[in-house]
């Protein structure tokens, strides 16, 4: 398995453990069901953060026949390449959910402005390179056209925040704090995995963390900023 697809096993783990440790009894408000848009992935994008501990890849990166210990050097240059290129990255997914965004609040049809004047004016500002004068992405931006994502794309942004703000909380306590990790995790059982859409995505985030969300585990993740000394 490549490391993106063991990201992609802990992602839809996490969605599968909001659905059995789901302590709401209406089905439409169980699991996953009944929350905000953009609180629905917190619990999916959370597990992710697991398979770029080193301990957590050591643990279970081995080889398939061999039972091999992934090499160090390999171990390193994956954990590396998490922030590769975040930050042009982050100011594409910036661009796509602000074109989103005044497509569906300030565009209007057959107005002074077309859809490409909104998407360069937003590229000026999200992109170091300039757009090209032939660029047509809001033709293929089938997330709001053909899926159920318009006016809803900033959401994929928002709930790497959030996530990244919840794993941060386990950093806090040391990751290496066996009993503080524990009751950490009975912490976000009982209010991420368990309140599902029985209760404001809001109010179940202060419940477990304590205070409103903070984007600097997000940008810290992404290598925008300083590491945290031990």
Known sequence: MTIREVEAVFHEFGHALQHMLTKQ???????????????????SQFMENWCYQRDTLMSIAKHYETGEDLAEEVCSKLLSARTFRAG??????LRYATVDLDLHTKYIPGGPESIYDI???????????????????VCSFNHIFSDSYAAGYFSYQWAEVLSADTFSAFEEVGLNNDQAVKEMGHKFRETILALGGGKSPHEVFIEFRGREASPDAFLRYNGLLPAVRA
């Not at 009894?25 to 619990?43: C, P, T, Y």
């Not at 042009?88 to 997914?93: C, D, F, G, V």
């Not at 998407?119 to 047509?136: A, F, M, N, Q, S």
């Open 119 to 137: 998407d360069k004016k937003i590229g000026k500002r999200t992109h170091v390179i300039p757009l090209l004068p032939e660029d047509k992405f």
């Open 88 to 93: 042009s990255q982050l100011l594409r997914q």
């Open 25 to 43: 009894n209406e089905g439409l408000v169980s699991g996953s069901q009944g929350i905000e848009w953009d609180a629905v992935e917190i619990a």
